[in-house]
């Protein structure tokens, strides 16, 4: 039996090269977007902000089931996205106590300064990356992705 402390359990912790590579890109990444997102909006408040503006003026319960969570993180995300005026809500149709959630200009603006980052980051991949590689790099990415998503330990974490 190998305990923590013996050098054996020691060599398996030693990442690979592989897992160097995705940690140094996903620190970059998250620097990038620390830096682009003073709000401090999570990755759930983000996909809040880009459904309405894709899909225009929703009730939380269309949010809630559009993202595939429940009505109480969605409250909980609204909350907060209120309350950095990136959303507005009023009471709408027939029953007045059914809230309709729109962007807010400063919602449009995050989004806008999001899209710019996102851009910035492919063009500067685009121009350390031939045609090929560049080509190659996205099919890569998707492959990872994708099989991160189809192995996920919890299923929330496909929601998020």
Not at 1 to 9: D, L, S, Y
Not at 22 to 27: D, K, S
Not at 45 to 74: C, I, K, W
Request: contains cysteine.
């Amino acid at each position: 039996m190998t305990t923590v402390g013996e050098p054996q359990a020691a060599a398996s912790a030693v990442p690979s090269e592989l897992e160097d590579a995705l940690t140094h890109l996903q620190c970059v990444l998250v620097a990038r977007r620390t830096r682009t997102n003073p709000e401090h909006v999570s990755w759930q408040q983000y996909d809040v902000l880009e459904n309405l503006r894709l899909r225009g003026r929703m009730t939380p319960s269309q949010l809630s089931s559009a993202l595939g969570v429940s009505r109480q993180s969605t409250s909980k995300a609204l909350r907060f996205l209120k309350d950095h005026e990136l959303v507005t809500q009023i009471a709408d149709g027939v029953d007045r106590r059914e809230l309709t959630t729109t962007l807010t200009p400063a919602g449009l603006e995050f989004l806008h300064r999001a899209a710019d980052s996102r851009r910035d980051a492919a063009a500067i991949a685009a121009a350390v990356l031939s045609p090929g590689e560049r080509s190659m790099f996205a099919e890569l990415c998707k492959k990872v992705a994708d099989a991160l998503y189809t192995h996920a330990e919890d299923p929330l974490e496909k929601d998020e």
